[in-house]
């Protein structure tokens, strides 16, 4: 996963209709998740809003989907996104490094013992891997600001809670299958809630609403645990 972030294969494309007005960017085959393919979608993603024609282009993860205006205009946008993801940079976005303060364990983690148990490590143990590993932003979506972040590592897999929380506090940091993340906004949720934050990572006052972007590298920083 870590090299495919430096190398780009000769994939083939696949454009296909999502209802009336939009379209999804597809790179094959599904399977190659790459940094190097989401720059390139994130590249094509900003000169797509800069069309008036285009009224939402918003990457996935190694996808994007592009809602134009007027139904008739399908057409060119699909020819468009041909060119653009022939002439698309990589490695073009800058990456900025966001520390994350943390506070681990706890009421703030109240599934940090049960996610050390499943592992057969000390919640000490958690917590040093779960800090010590860099993330990678790669797309925002779910909630406003919630980033989807790669690089958690495998020793850290945890399957989601068999219940769902009703409720989970804003800034809370979970585990979730082969991904971490922080809930911006409290909402339900199943993942498994090792610690939070009480960084805002969406502000709907601020130009810059959102904390992380695409491309941005995450650290977590333990600066409180309770065990």
Not at 116 to 136: G, M, T
Not at 188 to 208: R, V
Request: proline fraction near 9%; include cysteine; hydrophobic fraction near 40%.
């Amino acid at each position: 996963m870590r090299d495919s972030h430096r190398f780009i294969p000769s994939l083939q494309i696949n454009i296909y209709p999502l209802g009336e007005r939009a379209l999804v960017l597809d790179p094959t085959p599904e399977a190659t998740l790459s940094w190097a393919v989401q720059s390139k979608l994130c590249w094509i993603a900003e000169q797509l809003r800069q069309l008036p024609i285009v009224e939402e282009a918003t990457p996935g993860m190694n996808n994007l989907t592009i809602v134009v205006r007027e139904t008739r205009q399908l057409k060119a946008m699909q020819a468009r996104l041909a060119e653009l993801w022939q002439s698309a940079p990589t490695e073009t976005l800058e990456r900025r490094t966001i520390e994350i303060p943390v506070s681990y364990g706890g009421e703030a983690g109240p599934d940090l013992i049960s996610v050390a148990q499943f592992h057969h490590l000390s919640p000490k143990e958690v917590i040093k891997r779960h800090s010590q590993a860099s993330y990678q932003v790669f797309f925002i979506g779910f909630q406003p600001g919630f980033a989807y972040l790669e690089g958690l590592p495998k020793c850290l897999h945890t399957p989601r809670l068999a219940t769902p929380r009703l409720t989970i506090p804003a800034g809370s940091v979970g585990i979730g299958g082969e991904q971490t993340g922080i809930y911006p906004l409290a909402s339900p949720g199943g993942w498994q809630i090792i610690g939070q934050t009480q960084l805002a990572l969406f502000d709907p006052t601020s130009d810059d609403s959102c904390l992380l972007k695409p491309g941005d590298r995450v650290r977590f920083t333990p600066v409180e645990i309770a065990l």
